[in-house]
């Protein structure tokens, strides 16, 4: 069976600190596929990255970065220099090789402070 | 491409009444979701189709849930009758699938209240 966790149901910061979103996944498969959404107050679903799971190299884009460890089944997401914008829900997700549905984590909810 | 339209935005409805939900999928994708947020359950995969045809219905919670994908660039779901516990969110997503594995693009949501 498929299963996301995002242990951190809240987290709130300072605006300018750096945070990091946890992600732990389940899964038995040997390829599949991890992605990050974030849900903005207005309430849609903005898609972030995916990463597959043969490709286990860390990515940067401006202030956010994931980082992927096999070994311990997390794909992690921090946000550097946190800005009150960055305030959402974030989800980690979860998909199969060949399948089509995305099993996502009970989110984690991010408030910058001003 | 304008992304995925749902509309409409917000349904408020009395118990009973049929609601209708609808999605405009981004031009060219051959994947379209419904999924369902709640508080209590997250995000859940009610129903999805692959050029059209429905593949996958086994998360349609109950025969009150239906959904149609009459073509490329058009899909409903319906409730009738409608209850309170229905109330939640819906999203409607697309993806093409390609050679690979890729993400799915979601709608804005449809926010459904039934009194």
């Known amino acids: 069976a498929q299963k996301v966790t995002q242990a951190q149901t809240e987290i709130s910061v300072v605006e300018k600190e750096d945070v990091t979103l946890d992600c732990v996944y389940e899964t038995r498969d040997t390829t599949y596929y991890l992605f990050w959404y974030k849900q903005p107050p207005s309430g849609e679903l903005v898609f972030l990255i995916r990463r597959n799971s043969f490709d286990e190299q860390n990515e940067i884009s401006g202030r956010y970065s994931w980082n992927f460890q096999k070994s311990t089944s997390s794909f992690n997401f921090t946000i550097t220099a946190s800005q009150v914008v960055d305030s959402a829900v974030y989800f980690c997700?979860?998909?199969?090789?060949?399948?089509?549905?995305?099993?996502f984590g009970q989110g984690t909810r991010l408030t910058i402070n001003p | 491409d304008a992304g995925v339209i749902q509309s409409p935005r917000h349904e408020v409805t009395e118990m009973g009444q049929e609601v209708t939900l609808r999605c405009k999928p981004i031009?060219?994708?051959?994947?379209l979701f419904w999924y369902r947020q709640t508080m209590m359950r997250g995000l859940e995969l009610l129903i999805y189709?692959?050029?059209?045809?429905?593949?996958?219905d086994s998360g349609m919670p109950e025969d009150r849930f239906s959904a149609k994908m009459p073509n490329a660039s058009f899909s409903t779901l319906k409730i009738q009758p409608s209850e309170p516990r229905d109330s939640a969110v819906y999203f409607c997503?697309?993806?093409?699938?390609?050679?690979?594995?890729?993400?799915?693009?979601f709608g804005q949501g449809t926010r459904l209240t039934v009194v």
């Open positions: 997700a979860l998909k199969r090789q060949g399948a089509q549905k995305l099993v």
């Open positions: 189709f692959n050029n059209n045809v429905p593949i996958d």
């Open positions: 997503a697309s993806s093409f699938a390609g050679h690979m594995n890729t993400e799915a693009f």
């Open positions: 031009s060219g994708h051959d994947y």
